[in-house]
């Protein structure tokens, strides 16, 4: 059945709604085989296309067999902005790529990535993207990142080294010798890009004793976008947030929570969102769509947290899984 809908989708062009693609598995064989892309520049119907966003990874450190790292697509005018990267997120791309016919989602066609936090669940697929194909990479990786990302930058550079040796030195065909390093930027809050009628904006967020930590909200011509990144409560997202198309936030049970230890009980209260204070901003911010990534249930059933907050908020809430697509519609 789910073959048959991705089918249709293709078929029609339907992809401008949520799409729940949980077991995919089941329609897989339906997404081609290994293929290299190395479009130069966006066709015409990319840059015609409405801002679409799409959910790479909805998950947290856990290992979980339903969800990537944390990683937010946000496609426009036929580039892809990625915001986080966990793990997962370029084996996500690379299936969402096919799934919805988005060339820029091609691992070694992605221009940038956002880095939130350098907390390691938001990173750890950034070397995976920036060395996968890379020797088809014209242009290399942008990351903006907090405070740090040099330094991850550059650890990483120096983890490819060896591969790069061979292929630059080597017999291997390289579309440019410099494909392998990240150009990284250091992020401080205020706009930190505008392209193509899109602008990305860096706003501080509150993960405790994580500092900097940051939020952003991306607006474009056709819509609005608030990612929290990693965040307790706080009032500068609920602003930052306000009337938005899309708010995208984490968030831990509040039941979840209480079955923790009194040491993780004090640590998740000072560095993430509970259900209930969730509600409390969405009462403020009053988004048009809330969706809730990152989500932390410690053994609840996963739409308790979807209950908890829709027991104290009236707005439209979902909990989204990996590889849903949203737009401004
Ligand atoms: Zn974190
Ligand atoms: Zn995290």
Redesign the pocket.
Known sequence: MKTLLILIAFATGLVNCRTSTTGLGEFAISLPSARIEVREIPTHREMQAGTKVVVLGTG??IPDAHRA??SIAVIHKGNSYLF?A?AGAVRQATIARYLYDIPSLYPSQICCVFL??L?S??TLDLSELAHTLWWRRRNPLLVWGPLGISRISSAITDMIAIDADFRINGLQPVANSEGFKIQDTTIEPGIILYRDDLQVEAFLANHGDISPAYGFKIVTDDISIVIS??TAFSDLIAEKSAGVDLLFH?VISRSGLERNSPAFQRYHNSV?TTSDELARLANVARPKKLILY?GLFYGTKETTVLDEIKELYDGEVILASDLDVFTGK
């Open positions: 947290t450190p790292g944390p986080d966990g939130s936090h907390h669940d938001h990144g990693d984490e993430h990152h």
